[in-house]
């Protein structure tokens, strides 16, 4: 198993823990999102991004000539995915930096929806 893909397996574990806990619903959002993260990156790294390989996120935003690493990684994520699991994927950016620096207050549906998300992010990686 690769790094990135242990590593987005144990958000992906935290988040499930933190539903079932029905507590710190902002965190089974931001765990999620941090899963997806690491699994989008592990199925589209290296990429080939205007004739450069692209090993990793910072030389994938020098490529596209983006400023911030989360902007290029979604492109990265539209570039890549059929757009049904880009949405989800920025969905979960969204919603994870609400939860994060605007309030912490998230309903029990808006995290089961992001473990859902979750869940379709990842078999669009790893079940196909």
């Not at 507590?23 to 790294?45: G, M, P, R």
């Not at 990429?47 to 902007?71: D, L, P, Q, T, W």
């Not at 920025?90 to 939860?99: C, F, P, Q, T």
């Amino acid at each position: 198993m690769s790094k990135k893909k242990a590593h987005g397996e144990r958000n992906k574990t935290l988040s499930h823990e933190l539903l079932e806990g029905k507590k710190y619903y902002d965190w089974v959002i931001t765990t999620a999102f941090y899963s997806a993260i690491h699994f989008v990156e592990d199925k589209i790294l290296p990429c080939e991004i205007s004739s450069r390989i692209c090993n990793n996120i910072s030389e994938v935003k020098a490529a596209y000539k983006m400023n911030g690493r989360h902007s290029s990684r979604e492109r990265l994520v539209f570039d890549h995915f059929p757009i049904g699991i880009a949405v989800k994927y920025k969905w979960l950016d969204d919603k994870s930096r609400y939860s994060r620096y605007t309030t912490f207050k998230v309903t029990p549906t808006e995290a089961d929806k992001a473990q859902q998300y979750l869940l379709e992010i990842h078999e669009a990686c790893y079940d196909k």
